[in-house]
């Protein structure tokens, strides 16, 4: 059996803030860091050897994948950064603080925004001028995005390399995004989408799952 660790990035500068980040590039508090630092201490516990490390184009996930396996002693792993494990991108509502958004828009409608499988919140007029999300000279950013379009841009990525080394039997860590480890572990359990308006992933916490070679889950444990 292979085993896969999904794993949230560190608090970030917005979720001490209270702060819809999206794609917004924000760094890692203190306290950030020291989750990093502790989820690898876990790992390493229990001495799994990793084959692949993946992660998204965002610096507080890349800086906790980095942490993570240098307390695994693993760091010459190959680490592949993807758009496609990118949080879910929240358009116009990054930047602001979610209370203040409450406030504007009402608690119901922002729960639906935040929570909801089919919500998109309000879009930006236009995309950001970011090179890193440039394809062939033209911009692959998206204006917003609801969870479900998350979910149809990273279970692509799932398929076609992280999906085929599990079913080798090569062990694979994914360091991701709250919103984007909740669309992958709806795929991976099978919740509906009504279902995962209750799933939270927390900070800093390895989630580890067992598969078989067919990547049915034979267990599931979380580490805090």
Do not use: C
């Amino acid at each position: 059996m292979a085993k896969l660790v999904l794993i949230r990035h560190g608090e970030s500068t917005a979720n001490r803030d209270n702060i819809y980040t999206g794609w917004s590039d924000v760094p890692l508090t203190e306290v950030g860091i020291n989750q990093a630092h502790h989820a690898g201490k876990l790992i390493a516990e229990l001495g799994i050897n990793f084959s692949a490390v993946h992660t998204s184009m965002l610096k507080r996930a890349i800086v906790t994948a980095n942490i993570v396996m240098d307390e695994l002693d693993q760091n010459w792993l190959p680490i592949t950064k993807t758009w496609r494990l990118n949080e879910r991108h929240y358009g116009a509502l990054r930047g602001q603080n979610k209370d203040d958004t409450r406030r504007i828009y009402g608690k119901e409608q922002v729960a639906r925004w935040r929570r909801s499988f089919n919500s998109v919140p309000p879009l930006l007029d236009h995309p950001d001028d970011d090179r890193r999300y440039a394809i062939n000279g033209i911009l692959n950013e998206p204006l917003g995005e609801s969870l479900r379009m998350a979910y149809d841009r990273l279970i692509p990525y799932w398929l076609d390399h992280i999906a085929p080394d599990l079913i080798e039997g090569k062990n694979q860590l994914v360091v991701a995004h709250g919103s984007s480890l909740r669309a992958l572990i709806k795929y991976l359990e099978g919740i509906s989408d009504r279902g995962i308006d209750g799933v939270e992933v927390e900070n800093g916490e390895p989630i580890i799952y067992e598969m078989n070679d067919q990547l049915r889950i034979h267990s599931k444990v979380t580490l805090s």
